[in-house]
């Protein structure tokens, strides 16, 4: 039950419910622990299946509380403590019962030392496991091999040894983690030569003391030596010392310095502890030697030093000649830096010495447990010379626990010796170049980040929209996000509209004249205006003309804001507008977004991954960087370039230490940080804080002159948003064509609106009117003022709303006071009529001045809200009060990032010189790959990872961070007595009207028909690609050398051969032919000695059973015996002894008795082949020829001499492989000789010659390259197909020209595994011919896989090659071809089943006639192919004639007769006359005016004039637009339009 709920504690282990499972932990060890005192274990079955349950409740270290962590080492104590009792009373033979029982207990140890750092912990872990040895070496026998148990963090060790055996002693466990102990000679005092020795060692990968310290790294080992009772026998002040070897866990690459002896020869090392011994290990280039000598904080000479040496020592082993050990006490114990020098010694006369010393610098102490102060001490050890970066070694002269400390020393560069340093430039230039390399990208990239800087700051900016109503006061900002999708940019031009609860704006058109608006990934800006509040928004309708180059647009989200209340709408769009792409169409009505659909997970997570890689990945947002952020593209190149070359110098510091200091992270939970992180990110964050530049305005639009049309159309709009505002019908007035409307008619209009919703009576412009107090101005349901000034000082919302309609209105009226001011008297026929109107526009005017709220008007009689620019201007500033750093901190950012680059490019630089270049080309080449995995792997995770996060979890809304952008065109101030705005929109434009659905099926259809030319001329591109590729491929794997070199080796080896061979005369060609073709005049070369052999030549046969068939009754006292043709079922596949007989000898040699013993065809790693006549399979009787002619001989004169050919061999196959490295291929050779059991054997070769060894060449290159570039096509074309089958479903694999291009991609695919295996195959069968050259090495399976990717590779090119049928599709020829063929095939398929019958009746009759007599009919198949050749002219009629003229002559004339001149006629003739009927009634296809189209393209595009048929035009369709040329202007009841 135990080991159950352990095992499901393991399986689901993570951060979820981790208290309840740690909790678990403990009760269940506390329990176990009840139960073990209740129930002692009194046999090894109950203690292994108690510890097991241990092992699997401990397995997950960090789920044990430090109380579960003492109960389960409790436990392990009392289990240790019952096995070793046990252990006595077991007999030797239940050893092994022991050992299972004691491995788990050593796995929970394992666990537990894995998690606790306690003393109490580890003295009973100890005790546990000196009980384990104690119990393994209970019945332990004397010499025998050792018990070892290997768990996780512990290795336990022990065996019984003789006092003999125990000198000079190797002891160690299998395991490279593991310490190893050898003994030297011990004296006589020690073990007494009656006594046995127990020699028991422990070892763990983790410090079992780490509750003291000591810094110790590595693996911690223990020794000692106990006699059979037990007792310890003491080892100490021994005379020869003990080595101990303990290895390092977090292995690296060595740190090591190339000196170059000819320029300078000085290194520094810094020494970390003064404890510490140092090991120099030297690696000269020539064999030189030389002085080293070492100072402290000087460099040193040859009186001025603290240690020096010669180099290499002498009478010393090959290992440590050239190792120099330094103890603390032979450096003085210094910390700190100290000089290295090595002087070479040369010959008096010689001042230049060309050559290198590589220096391997290791600080390591060596030390051992004193139990009696229970600390770590060095008292006794030593580091040995063999101390290496991978393994200390401790030379000691006493046993207790021993371990190491290895100090992690970083590379160290001589800043003073630049110069020289330099000087070695030319020899490695690597690092050098590559830094400059960076530093000439990086002013590249600046140069262009710098005009791209430029070009965003044009783009960031409000945009005030031209067809703003100069009377429409009421803001509205436009915030438009065009998708990052592939085409999602627009070239048309895009109106848009907004509906509200009250009312609608009207259409305005998008665009800027100083910018390009709707770019892909862009954020447009847009200040839209309207006369009255349209209320809560509810809906946005967007369109566009579908004009320009690429009219599609992907139109991604729109926010609107109020400017005057500040209220937010976001429509999430998400949405295509174009002719060709999803809902095909040019206008759409969006609704606002809820709260519930602006925090859903999609929307979250794409918004904040698409702002977390435009912004905050700063390597990505260099190109995709926001055009609103203050963060500039030159500001992020520059934090790049200082990360990039921080993250060099910090990895070359330390590259080949094993924990890299460049990597150290600090932990908050699970959150990880870098140094290089923290660093770039205080740049980053200084950069980020530059205070913005004030806005400056621009300058104000042109005025123009003012008519008194104007005013009349701006009246004539006040009534219109009046109409609009109040919902109630308009008073019935009309004018008639031909006449003017006349002003003071339309201003009584207004009147009448606001007379009628207020009941007032009389003009506005009298003063009973102004003395009228209580009256309520109303539009529709709206009040604009409610008791004037004396009314209650509480006001609703709604109230709010309602007066700011009474101040639009009051602005519209002083914007026509002052256009009649501008015209004067003189601009109107009847003065009376202009003065009446001044007076009108001043009443109404006055009367709204006197009701409105005092607070709502200002010092010029209202107050408006702000303008946008004073709006925007004071959120901003108001952002810039929240927080900051002061403006000159951008310079102390700068100046960082400039700083830190310097010093990284040049230290970089210093170790790249340092370390020489094979190094450095080791350390570049692992920088670049970490690099590229940091940027496209790990930071993009991170991105996707906190998207989810905080579309899961925070569900928050993340607004702009952005300051907001200036506003280009100054908004003009209609309180300005000396500015009016006299722009007005041109209505008559189309792209005010949304394009009607017949314009939209027309531009529908052209741009589907301009998507087909570009879809045919791009597939045809892409395939004529593809194409090339694939022959590049298709002739890289094969050489036209091998087809010379096969017909060489078939012509040596066939000499001598004849189509019917008895057994003799294949022997006699065996010992002629075959051996002097095999064995030529250079020693293991075949003929001519250009073909080297690999391995042994072989022969094998294959034999029928004796008795396999029956004889006649008749017959049989006259053949005793027979056997029948060769089959796989009849096959001998048994084992004989020489002479094939029954009983194998004792006394034959294994080399002899292998041919009589048959082999399988898995054991010969062969297969099955074909013959002239059987298929036979791949196993047999197996014979291996010598390594040279001698042997051979003699083994086929032993073959022959003990009839190993006899009458039931069927099959002789002689199997070599040879290697030609002039053009590098291997020839896998089989020669055959094959019988039809009538006892003639017919020769038969079969040659594969397969490169297996890749060429160096330029052209092996080029072909590795069209390789990639062909599988590239192989991915695009499945990306295509997997498109075609999500859009057509089950369709799909109706089309005959789909499953073709399935077809190419799945042989793509296989042809590319096969290749994979047979370069696999390859190695495997070089590496055996490398390890068994005196063997013969068989390649068949490697020939088989590249025959198997030959035809793979000629399948692809056929199937590609018929796909140009498809491709040739919209030919009109070929379409009529093809046409006619589906016309006849009723037809043709009639005379097919006619002809397949008189070819089937011809084949089986000539086969029976002539079968037996002529070659050419010997088969059913063979006659078949010969009829087809008398079909085609080919056939050889003298031997049909020689041998029965008569029937013969039958034979062919029936056959040309019937088959050549009436079915083929037939045939050919029904097919003629479907072209005919074709022709007659061909219909041109839509694909026929595609390719029309596509040749008009292609001559506009070389400049060519092209014939146009009528009608073909392909324009994209800007909706016609018209003007009338009469103006038609209405006012009627519920109607005010002008037409």
């Known amino acids: 039950m135990f080991t159950s709920v352990s095992d499901m504690l393991n399986s689901k282990a993570g951060q979820d419910e981790e208290g309840a499972r740690l909790k678990l932990r403990e009760q269940m060890l506390n329990k176990l622990t009840t139960v073990l005192l209740d129930i002692p274990s009194n046999t090894t079955q109950e203690v292994q299946v108690t510890a097991t349950a241990v092992a699997g409740i401990t397995q997950i270290s960090d789920e044990l509380s430090p109380a579960a962590q003492e109960e389960a080492a409790t436990l392990l104590v009392n289990l240790s403590s019952s096995l070793n009792t046990i252990s006595v009373n077991q007999l030797s033979k239940d050893r092994e019962e022991v050992m299972q029982a004691a491995t788990p207990i050593v796995e929970a140890a394992s666990n537990i030392l894995n998690a606790s750092s306690n003393k109490k912990v580890s003295d009973s872990l100890l005790t546990g496991i000196k009980n384990i040895q104690s119990a393994l070496l209970h019945h332990k026998k004397l010499n025998g091999l050792p018990d070892i148990i290997d768990s996780g963090q512990i290795s336990v060790y022990v065996n019984r040894i003789s006092p003999e055996d125990i000198q000079m002693q190797h002891i160690n466990i299998q395991k490279n983690s593991s310490s190893r102990f050898s003994l030297p000679s011990l004296p006589a005092g020690i073990i007494f030569p009656e006594e046995t020795v127990d020699v028991r060692m422990m070892s763990f990968e983790k410090n079992p003391y780490a509750w003291k310290g000591g810094n110790i790294t590595g693996t911690v080992g223990s020794l000692s030596l106990t006699r059979a009772d037990g007792s310890v026998i003491p080892v100490e002040n021994l005379a020869k010392e003990i080595e101990i070897l303990l290895p390092r866990l977090d292995v690296g690459q060595e740190n090591s310095t190339v000196l170059d002896l000819a320029n300078f020869s000085t290194l520094i090392i810094d020494v970390p502890s003064p404890d510490v011994t140092l090991v120099l290990k030297m690696e000269p280039s020539e064999d030189i030697s030389f002085m080293l000598f070492l100072g402290y904080k000087d460099y040193p000479n040859d009186e001025s030093y603290v240690a020096k040496t010669k180099i290499p020592f002498e009478n010393v082993n090959e290992e440590t000649k050239f190792t120099w050990v330094l103890s603390p006490r032979d450096r003085t114990g210094a910390v700190g830096a100290h000089y290295l020098v090595v002087k070479p010694i040369v010959e008096p006369g010689v001042r230049f010495i060309n050559a290198t010393v590589t220096v391997i610098s290791i600080a390591a102490q060596c030390k051992y447990w004193n139990e009696t102060v229970s600390s770590w001490s060095e008292e006794g050890c030593r580091v040995g010379p063999l101390t290496t970066p991978l393994v200390t070694q401790c030379l000691c002269n006493h046993l207790t626990f021993f371990g190491s400390s290895f100090f992690v020393m970083p590379n160290l560069v001589d800043v003073s010796r630049t110069a020289e340093l330099f000087s070695t430039f030319t020899n490695n230039p690597v690092v050098v170049c590559f830094v400059g390399a960076i530093f000439a990208a990086y002013l590249l990239v600046v140069v262009w980040a710098r005009r791209k800087d430029i070009q965003d700051a044009a783009k960031v900016k409000i945009t005030v929209l031209v067809d703003n109503d100069p009377l429409a006061e009421y803001r509205y900002m436009l915030t438009i996000s065009t998708g990052h999708r592939h085409g999602a940019a627009t070239s048309s031009q895009v109106t848009v509209t907004l509906l509200g609860t009250e009312g609608e704006s009207e259409p305005h058109h998008l665009t800027d004249p100083k910018k390009p608006v709707f770019e892909r990934g862009g954020v447009d800006m847009f200040l839209l205006t309207t006369h009255f509040s349209l209320g809560d928004l509810q809906s946005i309708r967007l369109w566009h003309d579908n004009s320009g ?279 109107f026929p009847n003065s009376d009529c202009y003065m009446k109107a001044m007076q009108q526009v001043q009443g109404m005017r006055s009367y709204l001045e006197f009701h409105l709220p005092s607070s709502s008007l200002d010092g010029d009689l209202y107050n408006r809200s702000p303008s946008p620019e004073e709006s925007i201007n004071g959120s901003a500033n108001k952002k810039r009060c929240q927080g900051g750093l002061p403006w000159w901190f951008v310079f102390v950012g700068w100046i960082l990032v400039i700083a830190t680059s310097a010093v990284s490019g040049y230290f970089t630089m210093m170790y790249g010189l340092t370390y020489g270049k094979e190094r450095s080309i080791s350390w570049l080449i692992s920088m670049v790959v970490s690099f590229f995995e940091s940027l496209f792997i790990t930071q993009p995770l991170k991105v996707l990872g906190f998207a989810t996060f905080f579309a899961l979890v925070l569900k928050k809304v993340d607004e702009e961070e952005f300051g907001e952008p200036q506003i280009d065109d100054n908004f003009t101030h209609q309180d300005d007595s000396d500015v009016v705005q006299v722009a007005r929109r041109n209505s008559t434009c189309s792209f005010y009207r949304p394009p009607p659905p017949t314009d939209i099926e027309r531009m529908r259809g052209n741009r589907m028909k301009a998507q087909k030319v570009f879809a045919l001329i791009r597939e045809i591109l892409v395939y004529v690609g593809f194409m090339w590729m694939l022959l590049l491929v298709a002739y890289g794997q094969r050489d036209p050398n091998a087809f010379y070199l096969t017909q060489h080796i078939q012509q040596s080896f066939s000499k001598g051969t004849s189509d019917t061979m008895s057994i003799q005369d294949v022997f006699n060609w065996a010992n002629t032919t075959l051996l002097s ?248 069968d070089i590496s055996y011919y490398q390890n068994n050259k005196d063997q013969y090495a068989s390649f068949h399976e490697t020939a088989q896989a590249d025959a198997v990717l030959g035809y793979l590779i000629a399948f692809l090119v056929l199937l590609a090659t018929v796909k140009l049928w498809h491709l040739l599709r919209l ?120 390719v029309d189209l596509m040749l008009m393209k292609l001559c506009s595009l070389f400049g060519l004039k092209c014939k146009k048929q009528e009608g073909d035009g392909l324009t994209q369709g800007k909706v016609p637009s018209s003007a009338p040329n009469s103006k038609l202007a209405t006012v009627s009841s519920g109607n005010l339009s002008e037409e």
């Open 549 to 827: 180059e690429h009219p599609a647009w992907y139109v991604n989200k729109v926010v609107v804001q109020d400017l005057e209340t500040g209220q937010k709408w976001h429509f999430l769009c998400n949405s295509w507008l174009a002719v060709d792409v999803a809902e095909c169409t040019l206008d759409k009505v969006f609704p606002v977004a809820t709260e519930m659909d602006l925090k859903r997970f999609s929307n979250l997570f794409f918004m904040k991954t698409a702002k977390d890689f435009q912004d905050g990945h700063i390597w990505f947002s260099v190109i995709n960087r926001p055009p609103c952020s203050t963060f500039t593209r030159v500001q992020r190149v520059s934090c790049c370039f200082s990360l990039l070359l921080c993250t060099m110098l910090t990895s070359i510091m330390f590259w080949g230490i094993p924990t890299d200091p460049s990597e150290q992270t600090m932990d908050l939970g699970h959150i990880e940080f870098t140094w290089q992180q923290v660093m770039i990110g205080i740049q980053s964050s200084i950069i980020m804080f530059p205070i913005n530049l004030l806005i400056t305005s621009s300058p104000q639009k042109e005025m123009k002159d003012i008519t008194p049309d104007t005013v009349i159309k701006d009246i004539k709009r006040i009534a219109q948003s009046l109409a609009k505002a109040m919902k109630s019908p308009l008073p019935h007035l009309e004018f008639h064509p031909g006449h003017q409307a006349d002003i003071n008619t339309l201003l009584s209009l207004v009147e009448d609106i606001i007379r009628l919703q207020n009941g007032a009576a009389g003009d506005f412009y009298t003063d009973s009117s102004k003395r009228d107090r209580a009256m309520i101005l109303s539009l529709g349901a709206v009040n604009l003022q409610e008791n004037s000034m004396w009314g209650s000082l509480e006001k609703t919302s709604d109230e709010v709303q309602k007066n700011s309609y009474g101040i639009y209105l009051y602005r519209q009226l002083r914007h026509v006071e002052k256009e009649l001011g501008l015209l004067g008297p003189s601009s």
């Open 1077 to 1324: 073709s095999l064995f030529g005049e250079h020693p293991g070369f075949i003929t001519d000695g250009n073909s080297k052999l690999v391995g042994n030549a072989r022969l094998r046969q294959v034999r029928v059973q004796k008795n396999s068939c029956q004889v006649a009754r008749s017959m049989q006292h006259s053949v005793p015996d027979c056997h029948t043709l060769y089959s796989w079922e009849m096959e001998d596949i048994g084992s004989y002894g020489p002479r094939w007989s029954q009983s194998v000898g004792e006394n034959t040699s294994v080399n002899l008795q292998s041919p009589w013993k048959y082999k399988s065809q898995s054991k010969l790693r062969a297969y099955p082949i074909w013959g002239g006549v059987r298929l036979y399979r791949g196993g047999g009787f197996v014979m291996d020829l010598g390594p040279d002619l001698q042997n051979s001989t003699r083994i086929l004169q032993y073959l022959y001499d003990t009839t190993w050919f006899d009458a039931f061999t069927q099959a002789i196959f002689v199997d070599f492989t040879v290697y030609n490295v002039n053009v590098n291929l291997f020839c896998i050779v089989t020669l055959m000789l094959e019988t039809t059991a009538i006892g003639a054997f017919q020769f038969r070769s079969e040659l594969q010659s397969v490169r297996l060894y890749q060429s160096t060449g330029g052209f092996h290159i080029f072909v590795m390259a069209s390789e990639v570039i062909y599988f590239l096509f192989i991915i695009y074309y499945m990306f295509v197909q997997i498109k075609l089958i999500k859009r057509q479903k089950w369709a799909y694999f109706k089309s005959k020209w789909n499953l073709l291009e399935l077809a190419i991609i799945i042989l793509s695919w296989s042809a590319l595994s096969v290749f994979i295996k047979r370069t696999l195959l390859g190695k495997r």
């Open 1371 to 1490: 030919n009109p020829k070929l379409h009529m071809i093809t046409a006619t063929l589906q016309r006849a095939w009723t037809d043709i398929s009639g005379f097919l089943v006619v002809m397949t019958i008189m070819f089937l009746a011809y084949s089986i009759s000539s086969n029976l006639m002539y079968g037996w007599k002529l070659y050419s009919y010997r088969t059913l198949l063979d006659a078949a192919q010969t009829i087809v050749s008398l079909q085609l002219g080919i056939f050889n009629y003298e031997e049909v004639l020689n041998y029965n003229p008569v029937l013969g002559s039958f034979f062919i004339g029936s056959c040309i007769v019937f088959m050549t001149f009436v079915v083929l006629n037939l045939f050919i003739s029904v097919i003629l006359v479907a072209f005919s009927q074709e022709q007659i009634h061909h219909k041109p296809s839509e694909e026929e005016e595609t």
